[in-house]
């Protein structure tokens, strides 16, 4: 906030009174007399320095006089801004010349190439020959600036329908998609990749059912990624999504699932692409029935589907409906050639032997004239249940025993080229160039190891002798993170703690606690000390919820044992806010009777914002607390609030 400056009473009078608007001025500011030029120069902004100097007609009345017994006339009423210029009062008419405002650069960024520390890896031997890959997504040129090179560029159907983008939006991505696709390979052939899948996502909606469209118009672009492809003797493959399910009970699933298996084999065709670009689908969900939904596979597949989709067509075991052992009799009725998964069969094993499994799965393959390849991925670290053993690691670490010399392998992880090249290097299989190397990232925790590391700190604060860090650490319906309690709630939390006090009724005996009934054995001790502590308990509706309130403290630490916490905040109604209390002894009381006690805090000391809600004049806050069931034949007194 600016410093307010003291004004006299002269001068908010002369501010009360309105003042004609004067049109902007340029360059030195005209007056006609001293004490025009003293009320300017008081309005004058200290950040504009601008001369005084006066007309001709200036000098009047007593500035006349002052020039007869002086003899002399004044030059000018000199203004304390007239010496803060260098060059003196500008002439009539002409500005004062303004600085140019000084340009705001904007810091160049570091030019110099990022070096990574790339560890030693450990090595090994293998007699594999084949070719390894990595699908879709390039890393390092997908970080590239100021164009990133990547080739699933896609948008929305609501895109499409605005008349700024429409179809021919959609499509130009698709062109630019296969633009870079060329790059992609040339890169792959430069560190030594000769295996790639394509990304399904070429041309974003090219087999919709109402947006669908030809590649025609692409055709140039995708034949000079196939004869680069081709060239260097790389081998393209593609993996559409999950939703292609020939085994489908639902007809527009199935018909959906056949217009993109076209549409695959469509780009391959104007790629020019042999018979080792396949498609890998998995055969789907079991619907209820594995054995009807193969049925319906077999009969999409002999019906429906044209001779090119079949020549592409292969299945991959999966990790939760169809092994294996559940593909190989349908893929050799069929000639489908199967894709084994290695990380798939570790969660949903096949019975079969693996050397004889891929013995028979590779005759299929050779039988059908296409190189075998396989697929290889990781399980992240600490995964116990199937759900955490389905996600992919980063990297794959070494080559399983079993993989033959002379076969395609498709590593599918998260890193993409970089797991291909911790491979090269593990294995000496390629020279990898060093400035395409990345270093591992650290493995991300799953949300059950989160869970179970904040109970351990939780048990440790315990141990300690910090239960409120425990508590909150280990509270919350499973976050990361608790939620951090501001610092002033803590400390209003901990000064009404320390005033209260517990006060017996008058007459109150130590009773005789009654066991807690079987029904709430569930509940812990913890729950109950909760109750205890905080002082609010919930009204029971009836006397059998009054029952169960009594049951759950029963068998609770004494409440003097207990420290007082802060007591949730629990809005008040003019039934349950008394004003005063007044103790009735009632005498004859059943066993379901109950007995207070009530803990008063002392009035705290002036604090920002009070703790809790002041009762009375004195301000003090009554707090119930259950204590228990008593024996019939014990004396009762128990406050009755009106």
């Given at each position: 906030?600016?410093?307010?400056?003291?004004?006299?009473?002269?001068?908010?009078?002369?501010?009360?009174?309105?003042?004609?608007?004067?049109?902007?001025?340029?360059?030195?500011?005209?007056?006609?007399?001293?004490?025009?030029?003293?009320?300017?120069?008081?309005?004058?902004?200290?950040?504009?320095?601008?001369?005084?100097?006066?007309?001709?007609?200036?000098?009047?009345?007593?500035?006349?006089?002052?020039?007869?017994?002086?003899?002399?006339?004044?030059?000018?009423?000199?203004?304390?801004?007239?010496?803060?210029?260098?060059?003196?009062?500008?002439?009539?008419?002409?500005?004062?010349?303004?600085?140019?405002?000084?340009?705001?650069?904007?810091?160049?960024?570091?030019?110099?190439?990022?070096?990574?520390?790339?560890?030693?890896?450990?090595?090994?031997?293998?007699?594999?020959?084949?070719?390894?890959?990595?699908?879709?997504?390039?890393?390092?040129?997908?970080?590239?600036?100021?164009?990133?090179?990547?080739?699933?560029?896609?948008?929305?159907?609501?895109?499409?329908?605005?008349?700024?983008?429409?179809?021919?939006?959609?499509?130009?991505?698709?062109?630019?998609?296969?633009?870079?696709?060329?790059?992609?390979?040339?890169?792959?052939?430069?560190?030594?990749?000769?295996?790639?899948?394509?990304?399904?996502?070429?041309?974003?909606?090219?087999?919709?059912?109402?947006?669908?469209?030809?590649?025609?118009?692409?055709?140039?672009?995708?034949?000079?990624?196939?004869?680069?492809?081709?060239?260097?003797?790389?081998?393209?493959?593609t993996h559409p999504g999950q939703?292609?399910?020939?085994?489908?009970?639902?007809?527009?699933?199935?018909?959906?699932?056949?217009?993109?298996?076209?549409?695959?084999?469509?780009?391959?065709?104007?790629?020019g692409m042999n018979q080792d670009?396949?498609?890998?689908?998995?055969?789907?969900?079991?619907?209820?029935?594995?054995?009807?939904?193969?049925?319906?596979?077999?009969?999409?597949?002999?019906?429906?589907?044209?001779?090119?989709?079949?020549?592409?067509?292969?299945?991959?075991?999966?990790?939760?409906?169809?092994?294996?052992?559940?593909?190989?009799?349908?893929?050799?009725?069929?000639?489908?050639?199967?894709?084994?998964?290695?990380?798939?069969?570790?969660?949903?094993?096949?019975?079969?032997?693996?050397?004889?499994?891929?013995?028979?799965?590779?005759?299929?393959?050779?039988?059908?004239?296409?190189?075998?390849?396989?697929?290889?991925?990781?399980?992240?670290?600490?995964?116990?249940?199937?759900?955490?053993?389905?996600?992919?690691?980063?990297?794959?670490?070494?080559?399983?025993?079993?993989?033959?010399?002379?076969?395609?392998?498709?590593?599918?992880?998260?890193?993409?080229?970089?797991?291909?090249?911790?491979?090269?290097?593990?294995?000496?299989?390629?020279?990898?160039?060093?400035?395409?190397?990345?270093?591992?990232?650290?493995?991300?925790?799953?949300?059950?190891?989160?869970?179970?590391?904040?109970?351990?700190?939780?048990?440790?604060?315990?141990?300690?002798?910090?239960?409120?860090?425990?508590?909150?650490?280990?509270?919350?319906?499973?976050?990361?993170?608790?939620?951090?309690?501001?610092?002033?709630?803590?400390?209003?939390?901990?000064?009404?703690?320390?005033?209260?006090?517990?006060?017996?009724?008058?007459?109150?005996?130590?009773?005789?606690?009654?066991?807690?009934?079987?029904?709430?054995?569930?509940?812990?001790?913890?729950?109950?000390?909760?109750?205890?502590?905080?002082?609010?308990?919930?009204?029971?509706?009836?006397?059998?919820?009054?029952?169960?309130?009594?049951?759950?403290?029963?068998?609770?630490?004494?409440?003097?044992?207990?420290?007082?916490?802060?007591?949730?905040?629990?809005?008040?109604?003019?039934?349950t806010a008394p004003a005063a209390?007044?103790?009735?002894?009632?005498?004859?009381?059943?066993?379901?009777?109950?007995?207070?006690?009530?803990?008063?805090?002392?009035?705290?000391?002036?604090?920002?914002?009070?703790?809790?809600?002041?009762?009375?004049?004195?301000?003090?806050?009554?707090?119930?607390?259950?204590?228990?069931?008593?024996?019939?034949?014990?004396?009762?007194?128990?406050?009755?609030?009106?």
């Amino acid at each position: 906030m600016a410093n307010k400056r003291k004004r006299t009473a002269r001068a908010v009078a002369a501010r009360a009174t309105p003042e004609p608007v004067e049109p902007p001025m340029t360059g030195p500011a005209i007056v006609n007399s001293p004490e025009e030029a003293r009320e300017f120069i008081r309005r004058m902004s200290s950040r504009k320095k601008r001369k005084v100097v006066y007309t001709e007609d200036a000098l009047e009345g007593e500035d006349e006089l002052a020039q007869v017994s002086t003899g002399k006339a004044d030059d000018g009423f000199e203004s304390p801004l007239t010496e803060l210029g260098d060059d003196g009062p500008a002439a009539d008419g002409e500005e004062e010349p303004v600085s140019p405002k000084k340009k705001r650069t904007r810091r160049k960024k570091n030019a110099e190439p990022v070096v990574y520390d790339i560890p030693p890896v450990e090595t090994k031997t293998t007699t594999f020959k084949g070719r390894l890959g990595y699908a879709c997504l390039n890393t390092v040129l997908r970080a590239m600036k100021p164009e990133p090179i990547f080739c699933s560029r896609t948008l929305r159907i609501d895109t499409i329908l605005k008349p700024d983008f429409g179809m021919d939006y959609c499509k130009e991505l698709g062109r630019k998609n296969t633009e870079d696709l060329a790059k992609l390979i040339q890169w792959n052939e430069d560190n030594n990749i000769r295996f790639l899948r394509v990304s399904s996502e070429m041309f974003p909606f090219a087999s919709h059912d109402k947006y669908g469209y030809t590649l025609e118009y692409a055709e140039k672009e995708l034949r000079a990624a196939g004869d680069l492809a081709k060239r260097y003797g790389h081998r393209l493959t593609t993996h559409p999504g999950q939703f292609t399910q020939l085994g489908s009970p639902r007809d527009v699933v199935v018909d959906a699932a056949i217009r993109d298996l076209e549409y695959h084999c469509q780009m391959f065709r104007y790629m020019g692409m042999n018979q080792d670009s396949v498609m890998i689908i998995h055969m789907g969900g079991m619907f209820g029935d594995k054995l009807a939904t193969i049925e319906r596979f077999k009969e999409v597949y002999r019906t429906r589907l044209s001779d090119e989709v079949k020549a592409r067509l292969v299945l991959e075991n999966d990790e939760m409906c169809y092994n294996a052992d559940d593909l190989l009799p349908v893929c050799e009725e069929l000639d489908i050639p199967i894709v084994f998964d290695y990380h798939h069969n570790w969660i949903y094993p096949s019975e079969l032997p693996l050397p004889d499994l891929i013995a028979r799965i590779n005759a299929i393959w050779y039988k059908k004239g296409i190189k075998p390849k396989q697929h290889l991925s990781s399980p992240c670290p600490g995964a116990e249940s199937v759900m955490e053993k389905r996600k992919h690691a980063d990297r794959c670490y070494e080559l399983p025993p079993e993989l033959p010399d002379d076969m395609d392998l498709m590593i599918e992880a998260k890193d993409k080229e970089q797991a291909v090249f911790h491979l090269y290097r593990i294995y000496g299989l390629h020279p990898v160039i060093h400035e395409n190397l990345r270093p591992e990232k650290p493995p991300k925790p799953f949300p059950r190891m989160v869970k179970e590391e904040a109970a351990a700190a939780a048990a440790a604060a315990l141990e300690a002798g910090e239960p409120g860090e425990g508590a909150d650490e280990a509270e919350g319906d499973g976050a990361a993170t608790p939620r951090k309690r501001s610092a002033g709630t803590k400390t209003r939390s901990r000064a009404g703690a320390k005033n209260l006090k517990l006060v017996d009724s008058p007459g109150s005996l130590s009773s005789e606690v009654v066991p807690p009934t079987p029904r709430d054995s569930h509940r812990t001790s913890t729950e109950a000390l909760e109750v205890l502590e905080t002082g609010v308990a919930a009204e029971p509706k009836d006397l059998e919820d009054t029952a169960d309130v009594e049951d759950i403290l029963a068998g609770t630490p004494s409440p003097a044992k207990a420290q007082p916490v802060k007591s949730p905040r629990k809005r008040r109604t003019k039934a349950t806010a008394p004003a005063a209390s007044t103790e009735v002894p009632i005498e004859g009381a059943d066993a379901k009777s109950t007995v207070f006690q009530t803990a008063i805090a002392e009035p705290e000391k002036k604090t920002k914002r009070s703790s809790g809600k002041k009762v009375g004049r004195k301000g003090r806050h009554i707090v119930h607390v259950w204590v228990g069931r008593v024996a019939a034949d014990s004396p009762l007194q128990r406050r009755v609030h009106r």
